[in-house]
T-cell receptor
Framework: RKEVEQDPGPFNVPEGATVAFNCTYS??????FFWYRQDCRKEPKLLMS???SGNEDGRFTAQLNRASQYISLLIRDSKLSDSATYLC????????????FGQGTTLQVKP | EADIYQTPRYLVIGTGKKITLECSQT?????MYWYQQDPGMELHLIHY???????EKGDLSSESTVSRIRTEHFPLTLESARPSHTSQYLC????????????FGDGTRLSIL
Protein backbone atom coordinates (compact mmCIF):
# COMPACT_ATOMS: atom_id res chain seq x y z
CA ARG A 1 0.00 0.00 0.00
CA LYS A 2 1.33 3.47 -0.88
CA GLU A 3 1.88 5.94 1.96
CA VAL A 4 -0.17 8.58 0.14
CA GLU A 5 -2.96 7.43 -2.16
CA GLN A 6 -4.79 9.51 -4.74
CA ASP A 7 -7.17 8.72 -7.57
CA PRO A 8 -5.02 9.44 -10.66
CA GLY A 9 -8.05 10.48 -12.76
CA PRO A 10 -8.13 12.12 -15.19
CA PHE A 11 -10.99 14.33 -14.11
CA ASN A 12 -12.48 15.99 -17.19
CA VAL A 13 -14.75 18.89 -16.23
CA PRO A 14 -16.28 21.88 -18.04
CA GLU A 15 -15.26 25.43 -17.22
CA GLY A 16 -17.12 26.74 -14.19
CA ALA A 17 -17.56 23.31 -12.60
CA THR A 18 -16.75 22.48 -9.02
CA VAL A 19 -14.41 19.54 -8.60
CA ALA A 20 -13.13 17.73 -5.50
CA PHE A 21 -10.03 15.61 -5.06
CA ASN A 22 -9.40 13.25 -2.18
CA CYS A 23 -6.29 11.75 -0.69
CA THR A 24 -5.58 9.27 2.10
CA TYR A 25 -2.34 8.84 4.02
CA SER A 26 -1.10 5.97 6.15
CA UNK A 27 1.25 7.59 8.68
CA UNK A 28 -0.78 8.73 11.69
CA UNK A 29 2.26 10.66 12.98
CA UNK A 30 2.20 13.05 10.01
CA UNK A 31 1.84 16.69 11.04
CA UNK A 32 2.16 18.71 7.84
CA PHE A 33 -0.07 18.50 4.81
CA PHE A 34 0.08 20.29 1.50
CA TRP A 35 -1.41 20.41 -1.96
CA TYR A 36 1.02 21.06 -4.79
CA ARG A 37 0.25 21.69 -8.43
CA GLN A 38 2.43 20.26 -11.19
CA ASP A 39 2.10 21.22 -14.83
CA CYS A 40 3.28 18.84 -17.52
CA ARG A 41 7.09 18.51 -17.51
CA LYS A 42 7.43 21.24 -14.86
CA GLU A 43 8.40 21.32 -11.21
CA PRO A 44 5.77 20.99 -8.43
CA LYS A 45 4.59 24.32 -7.03
CA LEU A 46 2.98 24.80 -3.64
CA LEU A 47 -0.75 25.45 -4.00
CA MET A 48 -1.63 25.60 -0.32
CA SER A 49 -0.91 24.16 3.08
CA UNK A 50 -3.73 22.22 4.75
CA UNK A 51 -4.70 23.06 8.31
CA UNK A 52 -6.78 21.06 10.78
CA SER A 53 -9.59 23.62 10.79
CA GLY A 54 -9.72 23.68 6.99
CA ASN A 55 -8.61 26.65 4.95
CA GLU A 56 -9.55 28.54 1.85
CA ASP A 57 -7.56 30.48 -0.71
CA GLY A 58 -9.79 32.10 -3.30
CA ARG A 59 -11.49 29.33 -5.28
CA PHE A 60 -9.55 26.60 -3.48
CA THR A 61 -10.60 24.97 -0.20
CA ALA A 62 -8.59 22.32 1.63
CA GLN A 63 -9.87 20.07 4.40
CA LEU A 64 -8.10 17.66 6.73
CA ASN A 65 -9.68 14.80 8.67
CA ARG A 66 -7.02 13.44 11.02
CA ALA A 67 -9.24 10.68 12.42
CA SER A 68 -9.80 9.23 8.94
CA GLN A 69 -6.34 10.29 7.65
CA TYR A 70 -8.00 11.97 4.73
CA ILE A 71 -7.31 15.23 2.91
CA SER A 72 -9.44 16.95 0.29
CA LEU A 73 -9.14 19.81 -2.18
CA LEU A 74 -12.16 21.58 -3.62
CA ILE A 75 -11.86 23.82 -6.67
CA ARG A 76 -14.81 26.08 -7.42
CA ASP A 77 -15.56 27.79 -10.73
CA SER A 78 -12.88 25.84 -12.61
CA LYS A 79 -10.77 27.74 -15.14
CA LEU A 80 -8.94 26.37 -18.16
CA SER A 81 -5.73 27.36 -16.40
CA ASP A 82 -6.53 24.99 -13.53
CA SER A 83 -5.68 22.05 -15.82
CA ALA A 84 -2.73 20.33 -14.15
CA THR A 85 -1.84 17.45 -11.85
CA TYR A 86 -2.58 18.03 -8.16
CA LEU A 87 -0.24 16.34 -5.70
CA CYS A 88 -1.26 15.45 -2.18
CA UNK A 89 1.81 15.76 0.06
CA UNK A 90 2.32 14.64 3.65
CA UNK A 91 5.34 14.91 5.91
CA UNK A 92 7.05 11.84 7.32
CA UNK A 93 6.10 12.60 10.90
CA UNK A 94 9.69 13.21 11.99
CA UNK A 95 11.84 16.32 12.21
CA UNK A 96 13.57 15.59 8.93
CA UNK A 97 11.29 17.76 6.84
CA UNK A 98 10.93 14.80 4.49
CA UNK A 99 7.76 14.75 2.43
CA UNK A 100 5.85 11.91 0.79
CA PHE A 101 4.24 12.80 -2.53
CA GLY A 102 1.16 11.13 -3.91
CA GLN A 103 1.14 10.18 -7.57
CA GLY A 104 -1.22 13.06 -8.27
CA THR A 105 -4.70 13.57 -9.68
CA THR A 106 -4.91 14.96 -13.20
CA LEU A 107 -7.50 17.64 -13.91
CA GLN A 108 -8.48 18.66 -17.42
CA VAL A 109 -10.82 21.65 -17.65
CA LYS A 110 -12.59 21.88 -21.01
CA PRO A 111 -14.14 24.98 -22.62
CA GLU B 1 8.45 32.24 -4.31
CA ALA B 2 11.67 30.50 -3.34
CA ASP B 3 14.94 31.31 -5.06
CA ILE B 4 16.31 27.91 -5.93
CA TYR B 5 18.17 27.29 -9.17
CA GLN B 6 19.11 24.18 -11.07
CA THR B 7 21.45 23.80 -14.01
CA PRO B 8 21.43 22.53 -16.64
CA ARG B 9 17.71 22.47 -17.50
CA TYR B 10 18.28 19.78 -20.10
CA LEU B 11 21.20 17.42 -20.65
CA VAL B 12 21.63 14.77 -23.32
CA ILE B 13 24.86 12.86 -22.95
CA GLY B 14 26.47 9.54 -23.77
CA THR B 15 26.85 6.48 -21.57
CA GLY B 16 29.85 6.41 -19.24
CA LYS B 17 30.22 10.16 -18.77
CA LYS B 18 30.55 11.79 -15.37
CA ILE B 19 27.71 14.24 -14.73
CA THR B 20 27.14 16.87 -12.06
CA LEU B 21 23.74 18.46 -11.66
CA GLU B 22 23.89 21.81 -9.88
CA CYS B 23 21.42 23.13 -7.30
CA SER B 24 21.75 26.43 -5.45
CA GLN B 25 19.53 28.44 -3.14
CA THR B 26 20.09 31.91 -1.76
CA UNK B 27 17.72 31.81 1.23
CA UNK B 28 20.03 30.25 3.80
CA UNK B 29 17.87 27.13 4.06
CA UNK B 30 19.52 24.30 5.99
CA UNK B 31 17.42 21.47 4.57
CA MET B 32 17.79 20.52 0.91
CA TYR B 33 16.50 17.56 -1.09
CA TRP B 34 16.95 15.74 -4.40
CA TYR B 35 14.07 13.89 -6.04
CA GLN B 36 13.82 11.73 -9.12
CA GLN B 37 10.61 11.70 -11.17
CA ASP B 38 9.78 9.63 -14.23
CA PRO B 39 6.93 10.76 -16.56
CA GLY B 40 3.51 10.21 -14.99
CA MET B 41 5.01 8.88 -11.79
CA GLU B 42 5.36 10.25 -8.29
CA LEU B 43 8.44 11.99 -6.94
CA HIS B 44 10.92 9.79 -5.11
CA LEU B 45 13.41 11.19 -2.60
CA ILE B 46 16.96 10.09 -3.43
CA HIS B 47 19.09 12.36 -1.19
CA TYR B 48 18.68 14.97 1.51
CA UNK B 49 20.79 17.20 3.68
CA UNK B 50 20.20 18.88 7.04
CA UNK B 51 23.05 21.32 6.58
CA UNK B 52 26.72 21.66 5.76
CA UNK B 53 28.58 18.33 5.79
CA UNK B 54 25.31 16.43 6.34
CA UNK B 55 23.98 14.12 3.61
CA GLU B 56 21.64 11.14 3.80
CA LYS B 57 20.25 8.61 1.35
CA GLY B 58 16.59 8.97 0.53
CA ASP B 59 13.84 6.41 0.18
CA LEU B 60 14.72 5.39 -3.39
CA SER B 61 18.10 3.80 -3.92
CA SER B 62 20.23 5.80 -6.34
CA GLU B 63 23.71 5.39 -7.80
CA SER B 64 24.20 9.14 -7.56
CA THR B 65 26.10 10.92 -4.77
CA VAL B 66 25.72 14.37 -3.26
CA SER B 67 27.82 16.81 -1.27
CA ARG B 68 27.05 19.80 0.94
CA ILE B 69 30.18 21.87 1.44
CA ARG B 70 28.31 25.19 1.49
CA THR B 71 24.81 25.94 2.74
CA GLU B 72 23.67 27.31 -0.58
CA HIS B 73 25.00 24.55 -2.81
CA PHE B 74 23.86 20.88 -3.08
CA PRO B 75 25.24 19.25 -6.25
CA LEU B 76 24.37 15.72 -7.39
CA THR B 77 26.93 13.59 -9.23
CA LEU B 78 26.70 10.49 -11.39
CA GLU B 79 30.18 9.01 -11.85
CA SER B 80 29.29 6.95 -14.90
CA ALA B 81 25.96 7.69 -16.52
CA ARG B 82 23.80 4.88 -17.90
CA PRO B 83 20.52 4.89 -19.86
CA SER B 84 18.71 3.78 -16.67
CA HIS B 85 19.61 7.18 -15.16
CA THR B 86 17.40 8.93 -17.71
CA SER B 87 14.82 10.86 -15.68
CA GLN B 88 13.90 14.28 -14.31
CA TYR B 89 15.87 15.37 -11.25
CA LEU B 90 14.29 17.96 -8.97
CA CYS B 91 16.04 19.86 -6.18
CA UNK B 92 14.13 21.43 -3.29
CA UNK B 93 14.79 23.34 -0.11
CA UNK B 94 12.71 24.41 2.85
CA UNK B 95 12.83 27.15 5.43
CA UNK B 96 14.10 26.27 8.88
CA UNK B 97 11.73 25.46 11.73
CA UNK B 98 8.10 24.43 11.90
CA UNK B 99 6.04 22.62 9.31
CA UNK B 100 7.41 24.38 6.27
CA UNK B 101 6.72 23.28 2.69
CA UNK B 102 9.49 22.53 0.25
CA UNK B 103 10.10 24.74 -2.77
CA PHE B 104 11.48 23.34 -5.99
CA GLY B 105 13.91 24.38 -8.66
CA ASP B 106 12.98 24.08 -12.33
CA GLY B 107 14.48 20.59 -12.54
CA THR B 108 17.03 18.95 -14.82
CA ARG B 109 15.75 16.66 -17.53
CA LEU B 110 18.53 14.12 -18.07
CA SER B 111 18.73 11.80 -21.04
CA ILE B 112 21.52 9.23 -21.33
CA LEU B 113 22.06 7.76 -24.77
Amino acid sequence: RKEVEQDPGPFNVPEGATVAFNCTYSNSASQSFFWYRQDCRKEPKLLMSVYSSGNEDGRFTAQLNRASQYISLLIRDSKLSDSATYLCVVNKGSNTGKLIFGQGTTLQVKP
Amino acid sequence: EADIYQTPRYLVIGTGKKITLECSQTMGHDKMYWYQQDPGMELHLIHYSYGVNSTEKGDLSSESTVSRIRTEHFPLTLESARPSHTSQYLCASRANGGNQPQHFGDGTRLSIL
